[in-house]
């Protein structure tokens, strides 16, 4: 039998757990980006009215986030395979109504999951490369270049830190504007001290 071979998608999410919205609520808006590329579902939530949309859009920010930094995606190249919010825990509250009765209500949570798709491979990661260890022959070379020119020795020192700028004296603030500052206090030498 020929095995028909598959194209292997990395798929990335991010999650927002106990997001103070119903799950019906924000699956109309979910409903809108889902399929679509990251710049069209920005643009999307960017424009939309519902409130949900600034939620969903803080989790498809952090989503594009993980694929870059931990899988070496570029973010505008990814599409919105999967996004879908379940229901979280109701908040049971009550409402005042006539003759000191109340009514029930459940102010509705849910978990948001987008997860974003890449078509193209990923892109290495750009590491830092570790120094190679100097040989004996250049580390002589770089001394006598250092001796030879005290100038350069002197450019290679590190610079000083800035100096703190002194503080300045607080001030009362009156009802007639702020006060001058008091002189700074005299302390008297120990052996008047002793005298007096």
């Given at each position: 039998?020929?095995?028909a071979?598959t ?6 999410r ?5 997001v103070?919205?119903s799950?019906?609520k924000a699956r109309?808006?979910?409903d ?6 990251v ?9 939309s ?6 939620d969903?859009?803080k989790?498809?920010?952090s989503?594009?986030a993980?694929?870059e930094?931990?899988?070496?995606f570029?973010?505008?190249e ?6 879908f919010?379940?229901e979280g ?9 006539a ?12 978990h ?11 892109h290495?990661?750009a ?5 190679a260890a ?8 770089s001394?006598?270049a ?18 703190k700028a ?8 009156t009802?007639?504007?702020?006060a001058k500052?008091?002189?700074a206090?005299?302390r008297?030498?120990s ?6």
């Amino acid at each position: 039998m020929a095995q028909a071979q598959t194209q292997t998608i990395r798929e990335v999410r991010a999650q927002a757990k106990w997001v103070h919205c119903s799950a019906r609520k924000a699956r109309l808006v979910l409903d809108q980006i889902r399929g679509r590329s990251v710049p069209e579902a920005r643009t999307v939530l960017a424009f939309s009215t519902r409130d949900a949309a600034r939620d969903i859009n803080k989790v498809l920010h952090s989503a594009v986030a993980n694929a870059e930094a931990n899988h070496g995606f570029y973010g505008d190249e990814m599409i919105v395979s999967a996004c879908f919010a379940d229901e979280g825990p109701g908040l049971k509250r009550w409402k005042p109504r006539a003759r000191g009765r109340a009514d029930r209500m459940v102010k509705g949570t849910c978990h948001i999951t987008i997860r974003l798709a890449s078509l193209t491979p990923a892109h290495e990661i750009a590491k830092p490369a570790k120094p190679a260890a100097p040989t004996a022959a250049e580390t002589k070379a770089s001394e006598t270049a250092v001796a030879e020119t005290p100038e350069a020795a002197a450019a290679e020192a590190k610079p000083k830190a800035p100096r703190k700028a002194a503080t300045k004296p607080r001030t009362k603030k009156t009802d007639k504007g702020e006060a001058k500052p008091k002189a700074a206090r005299k302390r008297k030498p120990s052996s008047k001290k002793a005298e007096e």
